[in-house]
């Protein structure tokens, strides 16, 4: 029987989104140059809580945008993706900074789909990754700019993200 362990509380996770906020607004001075875009399906509602702190930050209004990759994985000949969703850019991301957003970077494949993606939808200035949690086990060069907690899990453990549920935790579930 798999050991679940909570390895961020509601409080945590709070103090981590918006100390990744600051961190990105200590990089970027103008919220006008930056587009937050979250990754279906996890990194949507990180996406909505940094825009909102960011708002609070830059006091202006900033909201985020999604981005569906499922079809740009690497995966698809061995497994079909769960669920397409709903992309939702700005009419015009040339000459922006995004910040791609996702709860748990691990093996890196999940941000190279999105990277694909987004090249469909025009050349942004840079992109920048902000995770809420990194767990390392990369297969791919891929690091995160901005991260809210490292955790170090054995290869089969798995990390799962619950916000806006009945409560926000981080679990870790141990095989």
């Avoid at 399906?41 to 209004?61: D, H, M, N, Q, Y």
């Avoid at 569906?68 to 995966?75: C, E, N, Q, Y």
């Avoid at 025009?122 to 902000?130: D, F, S, T, V, Y």
């Amino acid at each position: 029987m798999p050991v679940v362990k909570q390895v961020m509380d509601a409080g945590a996770i709070q103090l981590a989104i918006a100390r990744v906020a600051h961190e990105i607004a200590e990089a970027h001075a103008r919220a006008d140059d930056v587009v937050i875009v979250g990754i279906q399906c996890g990194g949507v509602s990180v996406a909505e809580r940094l825009a909102t702190e960011l708002s609070a930050i830059w006091k202006a209004e900033l909201s985020a945008a999604t981005l569906d990759a499922s079809m740009h994985r690497d995966d698809l000949s061995t497994r079909a993706p769960a669920a397409i969703h709903h992309t939702e850019l700005p009419d015009d991301i040339d000459g922006k900074f995004l910040i791609l957003v996702d709860d748990v970077v691990a093996s890196g494949r999940t941000v190279r789909a999105a990277l694909d993606a987004l090249n469909s939808f025009g050349r942004p200035k840079a992109i920048q990754l902000a995770v809420l949690v990194d767990r390392g086990d990369r297969e791919l060069p891929i690091q995160p700019d901005f991260c809210g907690k490292e955790i170090k899990a054995d290869a089969g453990n798995r990390i799962t993200v619950h916000l806006g549920e009945e409560e926000d935790a981080v679990l870790m579930e141990a095989q």
